[in-house]
C-alpha cells in the first residue's frame, strides 16, 4: 500500500500526536482508525456534531417509543389482559359441569341400567298380552261352541 504525506498546522498536528500517544498507536494508524470510525458510525465532523445533540435526539426517539408502548400497553395490553382473566374466569366456572370421562361412564351405566329395566317391563308386557291372548282365544273357542 503506498503511503502518502499529508500536511496540518502545528495545533493539529500536536492535538493528533497526543491522542496517538494516549491510544498507543502511530499517527498514520491513529488517522486510519478515526476515518473508520467516522465511516463506521456516519459521523461528519465537519458538521461539528456534538454527542450531546446527537444523544438528545436519541432519548427524544426513545421517549417517543416509550410513549407508544405505554399507549399500546394501555389500548391492547391491558383490555387483553383483562379479556383472557375473564374468560379464564369462566371456562373454570364451567369445568365442573363439563363431561368427564367418568361422570359419562357413570351416565352410560345408569342408561345400560335403564335400558335394562325398560326391557323387563316390555318382557312382562309382552307375558301379560300373551296370557291374554290365549285367554281371548280360548274364550272364542267357547263361544264358537255355543254358536254351533
Request: net charge negative; proline share 3%.
Amino acid at each position: 500500500m503506498a503511503i502518502t504525506t499529508i500536511s496540518v498546522d502545528t495545533e493539529t498536528a500536536a492535538k493528533l500526536d497526543r491522542l496517538a500517544k494516549a491510544n498507543k498507536v502511530a499517527k498514520k494508524e491513529y488517522i486510519s482508525y478515526a476515518l473508520n470510525y467516522f465511516e463506521k458510525y456516519g459521523i461528519n465532523p465537519v458538521k461539528h456534531e456534538s454527542p450531546a445533540q446527537e444523544m438528545q435526539t436519541l432519548i427524544k426517539r426513545v421517549n417517543q417509543i416509550v410513549a407508544f408502548i405505554r399507549k399500546q400497553e394501555q389500548e391492547v395490553l391491558h383490555p387483553l389482559c383483562e379479556a383472557t382473566t375473564v374468560t379464564n374466569a369462566k371456562i373454570e366456572n364451567a369445568l365442573p359441569d363439563l363431561l368427564t370421562v367418568k361422570r359419562f361412564e357413570g351416565f352410560m351405566d345408569a342408561l345400560d341400567e335403564s335400558m335394562k329395566w325398560q326391557e323387563q317391563k316390555w318382557d312382562e308386557r309382552e307375558k301379560r298380552l300373551e296370557i291374554m291372548y290365549e285367554r281371548l282365544s280360548k274364550l272364542f273357542e267357547i263361544l264358537e261352541q255355543f254358536e254351533q
